[in-house]
């Protein structure tokens, strides 16, 4: 298992498209997460899977956001009708138990850019 | 609400010299968990450390140490004789549980550049 795998990488698309990412875990990582950290910033929870189902939603994600992760595998995460506002860098991280006892596995991200 | 300052922004060396990073965080909770990460330029976060509430014990490893303060809520790091490839954002994180459910808070990051 070489860790948590982003795709794509990059992704640059215009104004209105909608885009999705996928994110595949480490295999065996119940919990997985995803963040957006845009220029000059930390990361920013967006959401938080434990198997399948999702537990949490931050504000950040609007209803133009959507997150899935079907029999707790792998996680897409689409953005519909994109803004230039959504241009940032897109990180999907898994772990395989509570904070206590783990930190996050991260992958290398998806950069989006709306043009 | 979970707070996390990092005070500098971007810091610039020299090959060897000593740097420390400077992290404050803001918690009511009792029990909490301190992270750092690194983030190189090809943009994947790397976990250096991970530190809970009630081992306030200093950690070193290798050229990295850090100083887990709960007195002044302060979580520094230190990297000794640095070197080019130490050049990254490195980012302090506090944990945050809300809801049954548990995630990180991200401070802004501080840029490291090490020069030769």
């Known amino acids: 298992d070489t860790g948590v795998s982003q795709d794509p990488r990059h992704k640059i698309t215009k104004r209105g498209q909608n885009v999705t990412f996928r994110c595949d875990p480490i295999s065996e990582h119940n919990r997985l997460y995803w963040y957006r950290q845009t220029l000059g910033q930390g990361p920013e929870f967006l959401t938080y899977?434990?198997?399948?189902?999702?537990?949490?939603k931050s504000r950040l994600l609007s209803d133009r956001f959507s997150a899935e992760r079907p029999k707790g595998s792998f996680s897409t995460l689409e953005i519909q009708r994109t803004e230039q506002g959504d241009s940032a860098m897109y990180l999907c991280?898994?772990?395989?138990?509570?904070?206590?006892?783990?930190?996050?596995?991260f992958g290398s991200g998806t950069r989006l850019t709306v043009v | 609400a979970q707070k996390v300052t990092q005070a500098q922004t971007e810091i610039s060396v020299v090959e060897k010299e000593d740097v420390t990073l400077d992290c404050v965080y803001e918690t009511r909770d009792t029990t909490y968990y301190l992270f750092w990460y690194k983030q190189p330029p090809s943009g994947e976060l790397v976990f250096l450390i991970r530190?809970?509430?009630?081992?306030?014990q200093n950690e070193i490893s290798g050229r990295y140490s850090w100083n887990f303060q709960k007195s002044t809520s302060s979580f520094n790091f230190t990297i000794t004789a640095s070197q080019v490839v130490d050049s990254a954002v490195y980012f302090c994180a506090l944990s945050e549980f809300e809801g049954g459910s548990e995630k990180l808070v991200f401070g802004k990051g501080m840029k490291l550049t090490v020069n030769p």
């Open positions: 530190r809970n509430s009630f081992d306030e």
């Open positions: 899977f434990q198997n399948e189902a999702q537990l949490e």
């Open positions: 991280a898994s772990s395989p138990g509570q904070l206590a006892n783990y930190g996050y596995t």
